[in-house]
Every structure is written in C-alpha cells, then in structure tokens.
C-alpha cells in the first residue's frame, strides 16, 4: 500500500468516516493514521531512527520525516536519532542543545503486514478515543436516571443497553421481586461510573435512595423547579420508603405537591418501584418535630435528645409501640435513616420506671452524703437538683424558694455539701497520687482529683500521657461496625465530659508541651468561619 497521490484524499475522507461512525473529533483518527504510519516506517528505516509523519488537512498528503536532536558529546545514546553538536554544524550554522535536524524521506510502500499493523494501531487509537469519549459522556450523567434496554442477564446481573454503550445492573441493586427478559425497557439510576482497562464501566441501581429522589424529581415540577427539596430519602426496596420534603413557597404544601392530584404523582413513583409504600414527610429543622413527623403513623408522647451521643429516646402510649417500631423494625429504621440519629422507643410505663429509678437513685446521694431525711432529699430532687455540686454551690435564693428552707437550713446544707465535696476530692486525690500520677497532671487545669484517679487507673499519668489520648477516648464515642452502632466508653464520660470539652483539653496540653503552634489552632476555625459564610 503505497502513499500516492491518488489515495492522499482517501486518508481524509476515511478520517472523517470513522469520526462520524465513532462520533468521535476527526483529528484524533487524523493524529492515530500519522502514529500508525511513522511505526510502520520504522520498520523500514530501522526501529532506532525518530521517523515522524504529518499528514496535511486539507490534501491529505503524508509527509514523512526523520529527526535528529542535538545533545552533549557524552549524551549520545542512540546514534541514529541523536548527534553532537560539532556533527550537527554541516547542518546547522550555530547548532545548540536540544535543536533538531529534519530531514524529508521518501514515503514507504507498505507491505501486507505493515499495512495490517498500521491498521491495528488506528484500530487502537481510536477505541481509545471512542472509550474516553464515552466515560466523560456518562461520567457527566452520574446521579440521573437513565433509560435502557435489557440486552442479557449473566449470573443474576442484568446488561443494559444505554445507547451509545453497555450498563450493568448488579444484582444486589434490584428490587427483590423484579425480574426482566431481553428487549424488556428499563429505568435505572446512574450510581457510578469508572475507567476500567476494557473500557468505561456504568453501575446502575434501582435500590439506591436517590432512585426514588430523581423520580419524584421527574413527576413533581415544583421539585424540579427548586421550590420544593428532598431533604432526606430513606428506603427499604420493594417495601417501603420515607422522604422528607420541605417547601420554599409558603403557598404550597410540600407534601400535597409530592402526592399529586388523587395520588397521581406518587403512584406514578410507587409503580416503578414495583408497588413500594412511600411516606412523605414534611421536613422540620427542629429535630424533635422532625421525627414526630418521621414515625408516622405512630403518635409520639415526648422526646429526649442526647445530642452528645447522637442518640433520641423516643416515648410512646403502649398501645403504638408495635406501631412505632413496625414489622421487624422497619419504621423505627427508617426513621432512624432519615434523620440520621439513633433511636430507642419506649413505652409511657417504661418511661415513668426510668424516672422513678432516677428519682430514687439521686434522693438515695442526698440521704446518705448529706444526712438528710428521705422526705427532704425528694423534696430537692422534686425541684430539679441532680447532683452535690449543684446543692454546695448553687445560689442561696434558690434553696430558700423551697417551701420550709430558711437561710439557716439552706447554709446548713451547702456546707455539709461542700464538706462532702472535700472529702471526696482528698481521697481522689491521695488514690492518684498513689497510682503513680505525676505533678504535670495534676497542675494541669480543667482535671478534678476524681478525673486524676479516673486516668491513673487508666494508665494516664503524666501530661505527656494525657496529650496522646484522642478525644473520644476521654469523651467516648459511637463506632460504627457490621452496620451496628457500638458504644465506646470513655475515661472521663461519667464525669459528664463532651468530646468539645476533651479535644479542648488535649489541644491546650499539646500547646503546654510545645507539640502544637497555637497560631495553627486558628486555621480550622477561620475555615469554618469561610465555608458558614459561603453557606
């Protein structure tokens, strides 16, 4: 196959058919024939020679050259491609490093196996093009829906025909009771796409939250429109859903647009999704009334939040616990998905037993730290006091508005507290000391004597042992494992310690020791500050 001029337009108008089959740029098949045709006049120059080919836009005419660079007299490495700089001077009037000699050669006539190879080469080229074509197309639609065509099912994962490629909807990312047949039309969503050796891979899902989010998206206008949001998606396949909206239109209900005339719009949704149920759940920023809302259709007594562990125990008449919770768990679960918290539900009685049992426990420290009769300690845990040092320290007013308390009684009790208090701090203390607690921990402020003998029996004894601990060591944590929340208790929680409080506290030793700049320690807070500003 020679280069002639009779086949130099060939070359274009071959470009410009690929591009057009491929729907690719034609200069990168353009640029793929140069590469295929200067490797197949290697081969008939020699594979050391630096043989380049341009192929002209517009008359299609290959022009084959060779190039030489000039390097150091000690940096030839190849003599075919490289020359010294007094060897180039024949060529060259003032040659300099890095100058290249270009010399025009005779075009090839290319065998039958050259022929094939340069075919191959173009071949490759422009699948790599076609593939990088087609991952910047799909990569742009990840998190849409996608309609397909089912084309075969291999080991339970169906292959998707997407057009302009091939999609696969893994088994795991079905709805549990659908089933599809070749030819069979299909929605799906774009969970994820990635480059991979044979080409750009498409993960599709029908399981996935969002599957649910994009659809209502499509049969709500006013959610496409932005004037209502999907705040939160939570999902059992093929069973049931929640989602939670919220509305930028104080005009319109979000949860009245969601459901559509007669439940037009959210039976369009619950049919593609094979008869799932949906509640739709006006979204709160309070995040009680939130999940009021969310347990829907149980009623909620009260709720109490514990925003250091994350965690929200729910109360409930007796009657709604089954309710609350639902088969095997499933509302409680979705809720808890929704809102991203914990929850724990009990009864009304299992409530009121809590209570009393704190009741008892705490009117049990007064009797015996204070020797006070039982009928006075319930009196002070009736008005609200939890603990000794709210009594030693509390302001004296406050004792002497419960009934029966004159300021002798209310003295009386603050010194038999603060008393108590001492006597515990100097055997916490003596404990520490004896566990081995070096006087750079005891120094250090922001430890009571009974948090000293609390990390002395941990181990902790220095300040350098201290600055080592992570917060959520000291604070306790929640992890995260098998999909279960697991509790991690910490040194100092039961001394009430939030994990602001320990980091803080770790932070100031680690500056103490010379471990940490404190100019760093404002950073993060001044990005903080950025991002709540961009928000």
């Given at each position: 196959m020679a280069i002639t001029s009779a086949n130099q337009l060939?070359?274009?108008?071959?470009?410009?058919?690929v591009a057009r089959e491929k729907m690719i740029d034609p200069e990168l098949v353009i640029q793929a024939m140069e590469?295929?045709?200067?490797?197949?006049?290697?081969?008939?120059?020699?594979?050391?020679?630096?043989?380049?080919?341009?192929?002209?836009?517009?008359?299609?005419?290959?022009?084959?050259?060779?190039?030489?660079t000039v390097v150091a007299d000690d940096g030839v490495e190849n003599y075919q491609a490289q020359l010294t700089?007094?060897?180039?001077?024949?060529?060259?009037?003032?040659?300099?490093l890095g100058d290249?000699?270009?010399?025009?050669?005779?075009?090839?006539?290319?065998?039958?196996?050259?022929?094939?190879?340069?075919?191959?080469?173009?071949?490759?080229?422009?699948?790599?093009?076609?593939?990088?074509?087609?991952?910047?197309?799909?990569?742009?639609?990840?998190?849409?829906?996608?309609?397909?065509?089912?084309?075969?099912?291999e080991y339970g994962n169906i292959i998707v025909d997407i057009g302009r490629g091939e999609a696969i909807l893994r088994r795991n990312e079905r709805i549990g009771r659908e089933s599809f047949?070749?030819?069979?039309?299909i929605r799906s969503y774009i969970k994820d796409v990635r480059r991979e050796p044979r080409g750009p891979q498409v993960f599709l899902s029908r399981t996935d939250p969002q599957f649910m989010a994009e659809l209502f998206k499509m049969e709500v206008p006013e959610i496409y429109d932005g004037i209502i949001e999907i705040k939160a998606v939570a999902r059992d396949p093929g069973s049931r859903a929640k989602i939670a909206v919220i509305s930028y239109d104080n005009s319109i209900d979000p949860v009245g647009a969601c459901v559509g005339m007669r439940g037009s719009r959210v039976q369009a949704v619950v049919g593609e999704l094979q008869?799932?149920?949906?509640?739709?759940?006006?979204?709160?920023?309070?995040?009680?009334?939130?999940?009021?809302?969310?347990?829907?259709?149980?009623?909620?007594?009260?709720?109490?939040?514990?925003?250091?562990?994350?965690r929200i125990v729910v109360v409930v008449p007796d009657?709604?616990?089954?309710?609350?919770?639902?088969?095997?768990?499933?509302?409680?679960?979705?809720?808890?998905?929704?809102?991203?918290?914990?929850?724990?539900?009990?009864?009304?009685?299992?409530?009121?037993?809590?209570?009393?049992?704190?009741?008892?426990?705490?009117?049990?420290?007064?009797?015996d730290a204070l020797d006070l009769d039982e009928f006075f300690a319930q009196l002070l845990v009736a008005e609200g006091f939890t603990n000794l040092e709210e009594v030693a320290y509390v302001d004296l007013d406050e004792l002497l508005q419960i009934e029966g308390v004159d300021e002798g009684t209310a003295g009386e009790l603050q010194t038999r507290a603060r008393e108590y208090i001492e006597a515990q701090n100097r055997q916490a203390m003596e404990a520490a000391v004896a566990l081995g607690v070096e006087q750079s921990?005891?120094?250090?402020?922001?430890?009571?004597?009974?948090?000293?003998?609390?990390?002395?029996?941990?181990?902790?004894?220095?300040?350098?042992?201290?600055?080592?601990?992570?917060?959520?060591?000291?604070?306790?944590?929640?992890?995260?494992?098998?999909?279960?929340?697991?509790?991690?208790?910490?040194?100092?929680?039961?001394?009430?310690?939030?994990?602001e409080e320990a980091q803080h506290l770790v932070m100031t030793a680690r500056v103490q020791l010379g471990w940490v700049d404190p100019s760093e320690l404002e950073a993060p807070a001044t990005n903080d500050e950025t991002e709540e500003a961009g928000d």
């Amino acid at each position: 196959m020679a280069i002639t001029s009779a086949n130099q337009l060939e070359l274009l108008q071959t470009a410009e058919a690929v591009a057009r089959e491929k729907m690719i740029d034609p200069e990168l098949v353009i640029q793929a024939m140069e590469d295929s045709l200067a490797r197949a006049a290697k081969s008939r120059y020699g594979a050391e020679m630096d043989i380049r080919v341009a192929i002209d836009r517009k008359t299609g005419r290959a022009r084959f050259t060779r190039v030489r660079t000039v390097v150091a007299d000690d940096g030839v490495e190849n003599y075919q491609a490289q020359l010294t700089v007094e060897q180039a001077k024949p060529y060259l009037a003032e040659p300099k490093l890095g100058d290249e000699i270009i010399d025009e050669v005779p075009p090839v006539d290319l065998g039958r196996i050259a022929a094939q190879s340069a075919k191959q080469v173009i071949l490759q080229k422009v699948r790599e093009a076609e593939r990088d074509r087609q991952f910047e197309e799909f990569i742009g639609r990840k998190g849409t829906i996608i309609n397909g065509v089912v084309k075969r099912e291999e080991y339970g994962n169906i292959i998707v025909d997407i057009g302009r490629g091939e999609a696969i909807l893994r088994r795991n990312e079905r709805i549990g009771r659908e089933s599809f047949r070749p030819n069979d039309r299909i929605r799906s969503y774009i969970k994820d796409v990635r480059r991979e050796p044979r080409g750009p891979q498409v993960f599709l899902s029908r399981t996935d939250p969002q599957f649910m989010a994009e659809l209502f998206k499509m049969e709500v206008p006013e959610i496409y429109d932005g004037i209502i949001e999907i705040k939160a998606v939570a999902r059992d396949p093929g069973s049931r859903a929640k989602i939670a909206v919220i509305s930028y239109d104080n005009s319109i209900d979000p949860v009245g647009a969601c459901v559509g005339m007669r439940g037009s719009r959210v039976q369009a949704v619950v049919g593609e999704l094979q008869g799932e149920k949906i509640d739709i759940i006006p979204w709160n920023a309070d995040q009680a009334t939130f999940l009021v809302n969310a347990l829907q259709p149980a009623e909620v007594s009260k709720v109490v939040i514990d925003e250091e562990a994350n965690r929200i125990v729910v109360v409930v008449p007796d009657e709604q616990l089954s309710l609350a919770i639902g088969r095997r768990g499933q509302n409680v679960r979705l809720a808890s998905q929704l809102t991203g918290l914990d929850i724990d539900i009990m009864t009304e009685a299992d409530e009121s037993s809590r209570r009393q049992a704190e009741f008892a426990e705490r009117t049990k420290l007064f009797v015996d730290a204070l020797d006070l009769d039982e009928f006075f300690a319930q009196l002070l845990v009736a008005e609200g006091f939890t603990n000794l040092e709210e009594v030693a320290y509390v302001d004296l007013d406050e004792l002497l508005q419960i009934e029966g308390v004159d300021e002798g009684t209310a003295g009386e009790l603050q010194t038999r507290a603060r008393e108590y208090i001492e006597a515990q701090n100097r055997q916490a203390m003596e404990a520490a000391v004896a566990l081995g607690v070096e006087q750079s921990l005891i120094d250090f402020e922001g430890l009571t004597p009974q948090m000293l003998e609390a990390l002395a029996k941990d181990g902790v004894k220095t300040l350098e042992d201290f600055a080592t601990c992570a917060d959520w060591e000291l604070a306790g944590g929640w992890t995260t494992v098998n999909g279960a929340r697991v509790k991690d208790e910490g040194i100092l929680e039961k001394y009430e310690m939030s994990l602001e409080e320990a980091q803080h506290l770790v932070m100031t030793a680690r500056v103490q020791l010379g471990w940490v700049d404190p100019s760093e320690l404002e950073a993060p807070a001044t990005n903080d500050e950025t991002e709540e500003a961009g928000d």
